[in-house]
């Protein structure tokens, strides 16, 4: 694709995407009918009115009032920030958050490319830390990231910052996930650590330059935080805290969550003890993810499971998927080819064998 290429397809996103009504929902049935967002603007009223959810005065107002002008302004801003726009079915698009539901249409990145197989853990809390709470997040991130695992959060004060300033300064990789625009750094404390982030590790958001900051953002930017990570870790919480959204998301999309106890007489520890009663795995340190996770301590190999000779060819394609890291249902039929029907005929095969193991949230991995 060439650049006027990439500049026309982020110039027609943009458009489509900011249209009021559209939002990720409809956006993803309009491109999935129509091909592109540029084949959506070309549609006729009938033809829009006729997909599910595009009532005749949405059609109306995609076809009158998408503005492509301002879309270009904003694209260029986008080149000239010197940000990536990830699609959803590019292959730098982060594979675990595109199997989640209201995955972002468009996702911008600055800083470092995320490996495709790159092991990531989240840590989140509340802004109002105490002082052992900062400490545990920066010591537990420190530890994830000596093993090689990326440490996810949300850039806030508090618990998050302390993850992400513990990995980089044991000399890992830190995502930090925005609720603005990357441009913005909010809390505006946080600029030093922005940019530190960005020569060692990767931000990202959803939203262009130029949105305005809402305080709905941040809730809605929780679900990329857990669908970026394979477990998601809240250290300190309160009744209301947002790191409880953090964890429900988690939950809803089949990941783990883990949750650090602390005392019932604590107002930071109100939300954390109740994930633990309502069935989160406790955690006092990197161990505990570990046990539970084994596969972060490094990539898990195909090579013992090869060797047998039982396998068959479309089996052992699946092994090889696995190698890579747990993977789910509809990501596996993607990229093997096999419809989801036969797919679990041959997990289910494999699982009899011992080879394969199901997780929760419809994935599946090699067993350790």
Not at 203 to 224: C, D, K, Q, V
Not at 350 to 363: A, M
Request: glycine share 10%.
């Amino acid at each position: 694709m060439t650049n006027s290429d990439a500049t026309d397809r982020l110039t027609e996103t943009l458009a489509l995407l900011a249209i009021p009504g559209v939002g990720r929902g409809r956006f993803g049935k309009l491109v999935n009918r129509f091909g592109s967002p540029k084949a959506v603007f070309s549609a006729t009223l009938e033809q829009l009115e006729a997909v599910s959810g595009i009532t005749r005065a949405l059609a109306s107002t995609i076809l009158s009032e998408h503005d492509i002008s301002a879309a270009r302004e904003t694209a260029a801003r986008v080149v000239q920030l010197g940000w990536e726009a990830l699609y959803q079915d590019s292959g730098e698009y982060p594979p675990g958050l595109a199997t989640i539901a209201g995955a972002p249409p468009l996702l911008f990145r600055s800083g470092l490319s995320t490996p495709a197989d790159d092991r990531m853990i989240a840590i989140v809390g509340t802004r109002h830390a105490t002082e052992a709470g900062r400490r545990f997040a920066h010591r537990l991130a420190a530890d994830l990231a000596r093993e090689g695992v990326t440490v996810v959060s949300g850039m806030a004060e508090g618990i998050d910052s302390a993850a992400h300033r513990g990995a980089l300064e044991a000399g890992g990789r830190t995502v930090a996930v925005w609720g603005m625009p990357i441009d913005r750094v909010y809390p505006p404390s946080n600029r030093t650590l922005a940019e530190e982030i960005k020569r060692n590790g990767t931000l990202y958001s959803e939203y262009p330059p130029g949105t305005e900051p809402s305080p709905a953002y941040f809730p809605e930017r929780n679900r990329i935080i857990s669908g970026l990570s394979e477990g998601v870790v809240v250290v300190e919480a309160g009744e209301k805290s947002g790191a409880l959204i953090t964890a429900r998301c988690a939950r809803e999309q089949g990941r783990d969550v883990f949750a650090v106890p602390g005392s019932p007489q604590s107002a930071n520890h109100i939300g954390c003890n109740s994930l633990l009663k309502s069935g989160a795995r406790l955690l006092t340190g990197a161990a505990d993810i570990f046990e539970e996770i084994p596969r972060l301590r490094g990539q898990v190999t195909a090579r013992r499971f090869r060797r047998r000779e039982d396998l068959t060819e479309n089996e052992r394609g699946i092994v090889d998927l696995l190698s890579e890291g747990p993977r789910q249902l509809d990501q596996m039929s993607r990229d093997s080819g096999l419809t989801v029907s036969e797919l679990l005929e041959f997990l289910l095969a494999l699982e009899l064998r011992g080879v394969v193991e199901e997780l929760s949230g419809k994935r599946f991995a090699l067993t350790e």
